[in-house]
């Protein structure tokens, strides 16, 4: 099986905060049930021999979570009462630094709601831009220190992800 493809599932199941079926997989990337099928095979039993802190579960669909062991850890981390779904959202708005939210909700459906609250929390802040049409989204200082978090932003993102994936395993 091709690893693109199988990076092309992790993608997917990154971005999402749902569990997917094998008929939702297909449609997104355009290929065959038959062919995500045995991809996502491949995948699960890549990240059970990593002996990693991440894994795809498959009982109610496919999602990529963090293992029960980790949920501890990130609970110290981010004890935060923000939905899997809205950290998923947050957390593109981090790697982004910047993003338009049309753009936001091409990837993430529901955004609208989860920018709401975000805005609301004061993590994320809302522009328009020089056009006055488009509204942009970027964290705020205040993203950082409640995940009291330090140094580039790509770095929070990654800490945030990991944070992310623990929570969903305590789910």
Do not use: W
């Not at 501890?72 to 939905?83: A, F, G, M, R, T």
């Amino acid at each position: 099986m091709s690893q693109q493809l199988k990076s092309r599932i992790e993608a997917v199941l990154f971005v999402t905060a749902k569990a997917l079926t094998l008929d939702e997989i297909s449609a997104y990337l355009d290929e065959e049930p038959e062919v995500i099928e045995e991809a996502l095979l491949e995948l699960i039993m890549d990240y059970s021999s990593r002996d990693g802190a991440l894994e795809i579960d498959d009982e109610d669909g496919y999602i990529l979570q963090v293992k029960e062991d980790y949920s501890d850890i990130v609970e110290k981390i981010c004890p935060v009462d923000l939905s899997p779904a809205v950290l998923r959202t947050l957390l593109i708005i981090a790697i982004k630094k910047q993003i338009r939210q049309t753009e936001l909700v091409k990837l993430r459906s529901n955004a609208y709601e989860h920018v709401a609250e975000l805005v609301e929390r004061g993590l994320v802040s809302k522009h328009k831009d020089k056009n006055g049409r488009s509204i942009n989204l970027k964290t705020t200082p205040k993203f950082a220190e409640y995940f009291k978090l330090k140094g580039d932003i790509n770095a929070l993102a990654m800490q945030l992800e990991k944070e992310l994936n623990d929570k969903k395993d305590n789910q």
